[in-house]
């Protein structure tokens, strides 16, 4: 029996650029977030849409030029309060309803998956 990865269900590529698309725009004007993010907005695009190809079973193009993907190591430098996993989260599931992906059983998948992630990044309380 073949099994469809997330990437498959949700449509590929194209729905993971219109999420990543979609997401950071929000990201940068959210009062919480956008304190943190003083890098370059296509760069962190750039490697959100490699992770989550990687994440949903789209290829591992994120381990490629990167390496092990260890998130919550990565987000170590910056201040991940649970308040500010929550509006991460919030603003995660806003992207997925604007795309219309939340009423697709992929897209429930991925936003379960990633509801599982977002409290593991929590470093500081
Ligand atoms: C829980 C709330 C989260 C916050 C507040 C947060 C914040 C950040 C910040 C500030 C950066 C660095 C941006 C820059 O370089 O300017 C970053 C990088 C990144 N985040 Fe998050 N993040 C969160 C959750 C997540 C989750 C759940 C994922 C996975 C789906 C994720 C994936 C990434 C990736 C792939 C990068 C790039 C890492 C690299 O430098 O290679 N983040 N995040």
Known sequence: MEIK???DRIGG???????VDTFYPKVYENEE???LFEG????IKRKQWMFLTQL????????????????RVRHMPF????????AWLKLMHETLTET?????EGGKA????????APIMINRQ
């Open 13 to 19: 590529d194209e729905s993971i650029r219109k999420i």
């Open 79 to 86: 201040e991940i309060t649970p308040v500010r996993a929550q």
């Open 110 to 117: 991925l936003f379960e998956r990633l509801s599982q992630i």
């Open 5 to 7: 990865t997330i990437y």
């Open 33 to 35: 977030l956008s304190p």
């Open 40 to 43: 370059d907005i296509d760069e």
């Open 100 to 104: 219309g992906l939340i009423e697709t």
């Open 56 to 71: 949903t079973g789209g290829g591992a193009l994120y381990s490629d030029e990167f390496g092990p993907p260890n998130m």
